[in-house]
């Protein structure tokens, strides 16, 4: 099984609210990743981190943010929610190096936006 | 276009059947690959990788055509525990070194 954590598992929540959704992995992996998934659609990346004060916005427009203080940590945050944020948000990490390096999932945030 | 490129499915196969997913990539470049398993409502984790000789793991066979820049699965003996979606992954060979993901195939395995 992958460490990597996130919490909270669902989220029921109104619009207009601030939401941040949290990430943790203990491997010590320098590289996380976040991505947006609609149910049966595929994934996007929006937000990629190479370590500790690196972010990187993904291929997916987002108007979420993100932060890398440490480096088991990569929060997700969303000034003001909206019912268009509504869709799972999946986090993932990865050791940097090798190119066969496994990429481990979280087991993502439901977000629902009323 | 597309980074990876996958037959969406669904694919509905019975029992014991064999099925195979292609893909196709872009980038010559691309050094490493991947097929992943997602089941319904859950993460995606890796199945296996995917490599220049080709490769197999009890039922599941993997090749890689890089003249075509192709790949495939092979799923010999399905078993209704193999219903899921199968990705295609590359690994991006610019300076992010990300994985590209594939739309995914579905399958659904039939008692």
């Known amino acids: 099984e992958a460490d990597i954590y996130q919490t909270p598992r669902y989220l029921v929540i109104g619009t207009g609210k601030k939401i941040t959704l949290e990430c943790s992995q203990t491997?010590?992996?320098?590289?996380m990743y976040w991505y947006q998934q609609d149910p049966g659609m595929e994934l996007h990346l929006i937000h990629y981190?190479?370590?500790?004060?690196?972010?990187e916005k993904g291929d997916l427009s987002s108007e979420s943010t993100v932060s890398r203080i440490r480096t088991e940590h990569f929060p997700l945050t969303l000034e003001s929610a909206r019912p268009s944020h509504t869709s799972q948000y999946l986090c993932?990490?990865?050791?940097?190096?090798?190119?066969?390096?496994?990429?481990?999932f979280g087991p993502g945030t439901r977000l629902t936006v009323l | 276009r597309k980074e990876v490129e996958q037959d969406p499915g669904p694919f509905n196969v019975p029992e014991g059947a064999t099925v195979a997913f292609n893909c196709t990539y872009s980038?010559?470049?691309?050094?490493?690959f991947f097929w992943y398993r997602q089941d319904c409502r859950k993460e995606p984790k890796l199945l296996m990788s995917?490599?220049?000789s080709g490769n197999e793991d009890g039922r599941f066979t993997a090749q890689l055509n890089r003249a075509s820049q192709y790949i495939s699965l092979l799923i010999r003996d399905s078993k209704l525990s193999d219903s899921a979606t199968y990705l295609c992954?590359?690994?991006?060979?610019?300076?992010?070194?990300?994985?590209?993901f594939g739309t995914g195939t579905r399958l659904t395995v039939i008692p």
């Open positions: 981190s190479y370590g500790v004060n690196s972010t």
């Open positions: 491997m010590g992996h320098d590289k």
């Open positions: 992954v590359v690994n991006d060979q610019t300076g992010a070194n990300n994985l590209f």
């Open positions: 995917v490599y220049s």
């Open positions: 993932a990490s990865r050791e940097r190096g090798a190119d066969y390096n496994e990429q481990f």
């Open positions: 980038n010559s470049a691309s050094q490493s």
